[in-house]
């Protein structure tokens, strides 16, 4: 019994006299070589392959090592330490950017409404809010001296969410129309008129209308706006939608209603006043 | 092995994966695409003889980290993995392509995943959602296998791999 090898492999194991293990360490040891090498070293390697291939097709991340291939200059790179503190700055300025895009979008959109034209909207940023069965409030960042007064109506994603209840120089108290103590004149688009009545927070998320006689046909999902109030609201803005009406425990001939407001008031960053006449 | 054609071989392989047209199949806003020269690495590591297999696996690697920095990660994890691919043929079978395909998913998280830890050793950022990124590219890779594997077989005729030796018994 005999073992036979092929005779070309034979051949070429004579002509390379590096053993297996030799040549996997010496590539090895160039592999380690050229990760702790510094990279404006390696880096001529990258640049000697992208002179190799036309460019046209190459994709964006070699596009850009190319364009640094054909203007490299020594002044042409900073430190990584340097390049990740501009890119994080580059990174706060996007996104303060961003902040001031949607500031500017969310008053372009309010100003569309006609009824607004002399209206001011005063853009303010949610310090606290106070979400809880007694209070459902939030403190704004805007306060008298940017023409903030007691009653001015709150908005939060083109909804009203409630109305200026306290005032300071600097901040302001937002009482918000699920709160206990908000009594908030609405207007109740039902399918065949528009009911004007009074809605009260309950202090669970949402509000009531009660004492609606049952004459009124509604139904569940129908808007209830804010209804105007002049000097403080010209023309009314949605509040909310009828989530529910059942029949009052106290006297069955009139409607309890329950209104789901239209802003998740959790998600706000910030709101709008509307300061009309400003 | 034809060298000269190995190395026109590679170069293409390589400017395929540095392409524009590599991105055309990319997948999800991962940006994920499959990995060519990982699956170069594993087909010959299995196939050529294993003196071969390792100047492949680093020589594949090389060419990976040309395009893309830093230079040296790929070239140690392709290197190890192609050369353990080798060194272990013998013990497990890889030849149906069920089995190449798993090899390829398998060798492809490994080799990324140690390509990706040494990187940030010589001072490399992670980037956001390097496991996510580096599981898509071993399993696209690995599917790819399944559709371009006749033209990587066909290819890998061309510049004339040799299987490794086979021992036969003489009576």
Redo the contacts between chains.
Sequence with gaps: ??????A??DM??RQ?RIS?AM??TW??L????????P?RI??K??FA?IK??PLP??????RT?STAATSQSPTGYVS?RLY?QLENHAANLSAELDDTHKKLETLARLRDRFAFETAAFVVADIITLSINADRQELIINRGRADGLNHGQYVLGENGVIGTISDVSTGTAKVMLVTDTASRLPVKIAASDVYIRWKMQGNGKGGANIRMLPQKYKIKSADIVYADKKPGFLDAPVIVGRIQSFDPDEENPLLWDITVKPVCNIENLISVAVIVMNP | MRWPRFVVFI?VI??LQ??????WFAVTNLNIKPDLLLVVVVFLAVRC???DA??IS?VA?LAS?????????H??SF??LG?ILAHIRGLVIINSAFHQVIAIFLTGLLAESLSRF?AS???Q?MTANTAGIIFGTALYSAVIWLFLGWLFTASFRWISI?RH?I?????
């Design positions: 019994m005999e073992f036979r090898i092929s070309q492999y070429a194991r390379i297996k040549l996997f590539l090895m160039t592999g380690l070589i050229c990760l702790f090498s990279q390696t880096n390697l990258h392959f190799l291939i097709i190459l994709n964006a991340g070699l090592l990584r990740i | 170069l390589t400017t540095a392409s524009i047209i590599l991105d003889r294993s003196y390792i100047i680093f690697g980290d040309l395009i893309g920095p830093p230079i040296g990660p070239i140690i290197g190890i050369s040494l050793l010589a001072g950022p040799k030796p021992r036969t018994i003489h009576r």
